[in-house]
Each structure stands twice: as structure tokens, then as C-alpha cells.
């Protein structure tokens, strides 16, 4: 199974990788305000890809429930100094940008980004003819409504059905445009539009969001339904749960795991890979 990204190609048949995350913004909710400054984003990420990170993904929009709105314009002052920098020191970096802003998106990519993860599944059809035309690699995550609205009592007749169901009309979309098969990964979106239940009931059955034998990318870290698991009020106590979800879904066959704890990831990763059968 291979992910294209722009100007490499990531083989997954027998590796995951992990995605490490640079939040560039005043208000995320794990991270916000610590990597507001240039030379500490720099810093960050190159601290990742020493733990193991293989991709980094930089958002300059927190996308939690009730997030305020960013414009174009702020959101390319925070993103686009970052990844072009990362781009120039770090050239073995894959970048992804973390967006649902097409002109985002767009000089992202310019910028050296390889990568676009659109937290609203490439609805938007400007999206989709960026992907298209750059050539970078798509993360399409499924979202129930917007941030706004997301948490506003999500329900499904069956959310592991209608998950797949999004991805597979999100394929023909992209793929009809001109972006290629092996250049898309879907992501469920875990704690977007979602209940405790949903997110428990989607990771209990990944098989069933396989779609197009496409890879699955996972969202897990520090989120909420974490805490009410577990009891940890706060979201940087939240890595020990992150790194346990990680290797089970590493075990059912999910490649790619967007973090904010890089190095315990990738030793869950390795550690469970080396074990399961036929290594
Ligand atoms: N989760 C968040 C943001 N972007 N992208 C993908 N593909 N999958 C996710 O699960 C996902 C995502 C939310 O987490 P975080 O970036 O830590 O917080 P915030 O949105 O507040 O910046």
C-alpha cells in the first residue's frame, strides 16, 4: 500500500508512519499559543522528526468545538513562514498543511508542503481542484456538520456505514477531477461530530472504513473522549490513553497516526509492527 505525496511516494505496506502535529495557533486545544513564534515552531518540529516523526502537519485554524474563525490572510501568516522554512532546513520532511481553506491550501503547496489534510473532507470544489492540479498527497477526514455545530448531538443510524459512505463519494469526486487513487487517505475523524460511543464504535471496526484499499489515517491524540475514559482532565495527561489506542489500531492494520507525543508513538508503532504475525 503506497501514499503520493507530491514529490515522494511513502510505503505503508508493512510501516506506518507517524504524523507529528505543529499547531500555529493562538487557541488549539492541547497546544495553543506554545508555537506561535517562527524559531519555537522550527524548534518543535525538528524535535519530531528527531523522535521519528516522518510527516509533520502544521494548522494555523484550531478546529475545536467553538473555535473562532481565521481568514485567509491570518491563516497564511501563520502557516506559510513555517512551512517554508521546514521546507529550506528539513527538506526530508514531508509537510502537510492542515486546512480547509483552498487559497490555504494552495500556497501551502507552493510553500513546500506535500500534503493537504482538509478537516472537512474536500467538500469544497476549489479543494478539490487544488488537490488536482498540485499533485499533493489528500487526507480526506469525514466531519458531521462544521466545528461549530459538530458536538450540537451527533447522531447515526450506523456512523461506521455513513463514515464510508462519505469516503467512498469523496473518491469518485477527487478521483473524477484528476487527483490520483494512490494520492488519497481517509481519516474518520474522531471527536468531530462524534460521541463517545461513535468514536469507540469506529475504532472497534476499522475494516469496515477501508475503502478503495486506501490507507487510514487516525486522530486520536489528546482528544476528549480520551478523558472521559480515563479520567484526565487535562489534554497533556492525555498520552498515555493516545499511545494505547495507537498500537491497537496499529495491530488492525492503520497506518498513519496523527500525534502531538511523537516518540512514544513510534515505539507503539515499531514495538507492534515487530509483533504481529508473519514480521
Ligand atoms: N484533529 C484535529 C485537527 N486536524 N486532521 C485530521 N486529519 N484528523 C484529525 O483527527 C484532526 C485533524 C484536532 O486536533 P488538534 O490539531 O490537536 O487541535 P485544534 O484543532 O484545536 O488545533
Redesign the pocket.
Known amino acids: 500500500m503506497i501514499w503520493k505525496c507530491l514529490h515522494r511516494t511513502l510505503d505503508l505496506s508493512s510501516r506506518g508512519e507517524i504524523m507529528g502535529?505543529l499547531?500555529v495557533?493562538p487557541d488549539?486545544?492541547?497546544?495553543?499559543g506554545r508555537y506561535g513564534t517562527l524559531d519555537r515552531a522550527v524548534a518543535r518540529a525538528a524535535q519530531m522528526l528527531e523522535e521519528g516523526a516522518a510527516i509533520l502537519d502544521i494548522?494555523g485554524e484550531?478546529?475545536?468545538p467553538g473555535?473562532a474563525e481565521v481568514s485567509v490572510d491570518e491563516e497564511k501568516t501563520r502557516v506559510l513562514p513555517v512551512i517554508e522554512r521546514l521546507h529550506c532546513e528539513h527538506p526530508e520532511a514531508c509537510l502537510s498543511v492542515?486546512t480547509s481553506k483552498a487559497e490555504v491550501a494552495a500556497a501551502a503547496v507552493k510553500a513546500g508542503a506535500e500534503i493537504i489534510?482538509d478537516?472537512t473532507g474536500f467538500r469544497d470544489p476549489d479543494m478539490i481542484a487544488v488537490a488536482a492540479e498540485s499533485g499533493a498527497g489528500v487526507?480526506v477526514?469525514h466531519m458531521k456538520g462544521t466545528p461549530r455545530t459538530m458536538q450540537a448531538e451527533p447522531s447515526y443510524e450506523d456512523v461506521g456505514r455513513e463514515v464510508a459512505a462519505f469516503f467512498e463519494d469523496r473518491f469518485e469526486a477527487l478521483v473524477a477531477a484528476g487527483v490520483e487513487k494512490e494520492a488519497i487517505v481517509f481519516?474518520p475523524?474522531?471527536?468531530?461530530g462524534k460521541t463517545l460511543q461513535h468514536n469507540l464504535e469506529l475504532l472497534r471496526h476499522p475494516e469496515r472504513l477501508r475503502v478503495r484499499d486506501r490507507p487510514l489515517?487516525l486522530?486520536v491524540?489528546?482528544k476528549s473522549f480520551l478523558g472521559k475514559l480515563t479520567g484526565t482532565e487535562s489534554a497533556e495527561d492525555r498520552d498515555w490513553s493516545t499511545v494505547a489506542v495507537t498500537s491497537m489500531a496499529r495491530e488492525q492494520g492503520i497506518a498513519l497516526h496523527?500525534v502531538?507525543e511523537v516518540r512514544a508513538n513510534v515505539e507503539a508503532i515499531r514495538m507492534t509492527e515487530a509483533m504481529l504475525p508473519g514480521a
Do not use: E, Q
Not at 488549539?28 to 495553543?32: I, P
Open positions: 502535529i499547531n495557533t488549539s486545544f492541547s497546544d495553543g494548522g484550531s478546529t475545536r473555535a492542515d489534510n478537516v487526507v477526514m481519516d475523524g474522531i471527536g468531530f489515517l486522530g491524540s489528546r496523527r502531538h
